[in-house]
């Protein structure tokens, strides 16, 4: 495993991302898995995928997205969660299937609105959410 | 003014290592607010694994955990209230939904979390919280809405 941000799992498994007019589409799978890190203590008796691991699990797939769109240099940091509801939970060997629609804005920096929603492997909703992203540069930060 | 230690809070919170986010209650007014931190360091497993050579702002301690922290502090001031009251809630704690949460700073290993949290209603299971996430002088989230949901069943019912 490596990494250019702190994380506490690696959230996605796939993304795939398609042009859309003024942003785009993303679509990721991350499968359930028991052993990950964190997931040990939620909790010790049966485990459960955290909620804000969903939240983790859109952020990284946008962050994929931002690579992909404006460089190896560009970060997407969480800004704003508008609004975010849970529905059906995930537990180990399920599949959380995320569809974010993106809208790009020109904004100093720049942002990116996501409209989210996220489905288990069988259908049933799992969890909705409407983002607002930060795109950083990280070119040389710290050597400005 | 109720002061918790983590023993304390080990009782309270179903959360286990490394996953328990909240280290210390500073103040807690039972069915009203709470001061908690939770302090963030290197060696915890959300910075293993990280490339070489990074810059400072790549360890940002991430949004998710610190939105993880503010529910679980809570989800002890509810849960203690609950307990105070002679209530006993049976089920999975869960977080249900959120809105209005605007970050605006970051938190770095060595930094000190401090949530405040308050309650603004509770329904049966649901409880709605807001408040604030600050390290030291600098608020770095506000979080306008967060309700925490116990729920009955949840271990049965599996997807795919």
Redesign the interface.
Known sequence: ????????LTAVDTVDIADTPGGARVEAVKRIAGED????????D?T?Y????T??SV?QAIRHWATERHGPGA?A??????????A????P???LRIGCDLTEHDDTPATVRAKVRCH???G?LSARMTLELRI?R?D???HA | MITLEHADIRRIL???????LVDRVLDLEPGSRITATKTVSGSE???????ED????????????L??SF?QTGAVLWLYSAATAGERREG?L??????????TGSAYPGDVLRHTVEIDQLIGDNAFMRGETWVGERRIATLGSVLAVVREG??A????
């Not at chain 1, 955290?50 to 691991?53: E, I, N, R, Y």
């Not at chain 1, 059906?88 to 537990?91: F, S």
């Open positions: 495993m490596s990494r250019r941000f702190a994380a506490p890190p964190y997931l040990v203590g939620h909790y010790p049966f459960i955290p909620g804000v691991f939240l983790e952020h970060v940091e969480l800004a704003t969660i508008t609004s975010i509801s849970f059906a939970p995930l537990v060997g399920d599949t288990r492997g069988d049933a950083d990280r040389g930060d710290d | 179903p959360h286990r290592h490394p996953v328990l497993p959300c910075y293993a694994g990280l490339d990074l810059p400072t702002s790549a360890y940002a301690y991430p949004a998710s955990l939105v993880e529910g999975t869960i977080f249900g939904s959120a809105r209005e949460v605007t970050i949840i271990a019912g599996t997807g795919s």
